[in-house]
């Protein structure tokens, strides 16, 4: 089973709101990742978690938060997002960090900032 | 810097046809993973197959294969026998030693009856 699962699968939310997606996975998984992606491009890393531990973040504004609180389960917390945060937002897993390891994306969270 | 470059935007097949979609890579690693998914319109990346950089066999799974040319640094994706249901966006992606897949722009497939 190459599951991953996100929810909501849409999300509208004011700039004032606070909001989470949440994401996970039951393959045993020890790497999850955080991708944004806007219409018609490919999508972009936000966070890399391994072991639960915040391995990699690229230079994402505060208003995202991400949180691992184990190691099947990745959120990401959003409070006082702007219009252009508007966008598909990808949760990823795969066995580890290796190159070889293939990412198992979930269906997305499809987010529209007012 | 990794680099994947997919100079198709847009590719028309139909049904019953092989298509090709084109991609190259660049990259100053020895060790790296080649990947290809598709995104239909609903928006979830799709898995299809994986390369690596010391496989010395093409990577099949079923009516994808991958033509790797280390040497010119491609990893086009070949579809046999084009569905409807493979018209999608496909995307090339590169993994090294970093963790993050580096995408191409994509490739738009559009299959006709």
């Known amino acids: 089973d190459t599951e991953v699962t996100q929810t909501p699968k849409h999300l509208v939310m004011g700039m004032t709101n606070k909001k989470s997606l949440k994401c996970e996975q039951h393959?045993?998984?020890?790497?999850m990742y955080w991708y944004k992606q806007k219409a018609k491009k490919p999508p972009e890393l936000m966070f890399v978690?391994?072991?639960?531990?915040?391995?990699i973040n690229e230079s994402v504004p505060s208003r995202f938060s991400p949180e691992c609180p184990n190691s099947s389960l990745l959120n990401l917390h959003l409070h006082a997002l702007q219009p252009e945060d508007s966008a598909l937002y990808l949760c990823?897993?795969?066995?580890?960090?290796?190159?070889?390891?293939?990412?198992?994306f979930g269906p997305g969270t499809r987010l529209l900032v007012l | 810097a990794q680099k994947i470059t997919q100079t198709q935007p847009g590719m028309f097949v139909q049904e019953k046809e092989a298509v090709t979609l084109d991609c190259t890579y660049d990259?100053?690693?020895?060790?790296?993973?080649l990947f290809w998914y598709k995104q239909p319109s609903s928006g979830e990346m799709i898995f299809l197959i994986y390369?690596?950089?010391?496989?010395?066999q093409n990577a099949t799974e079923g009516r994808y294969s991958l033509n790797f040319q280390k040497a010119r640094k491609s990893a086009n994706l070949v579809i046999s026998a084009s569905q409807l249901g493979d018209s999608a966006m496909y995307f090339c992606a590169m993994r090294g030693p970093r963790a993050a897949l580096i995408f191409g722009k994509g490739t738009t497939l559009s299959v006709s009856s």
């Open positions: 990259t100053s690693d020895q060790s790296y993973g």
């Open positions: 393959m045993g998984h020890r790497a």
């Open positions: 978690y391994s072991y639960e531990k915040l391995s």
């Open positions: 990823a897993s795969s066995q580890d960090l290796g190159f070889q390891e293939t990412q198992y």
């Open positions: 390369q690596g950089s010391y496989d010395e």
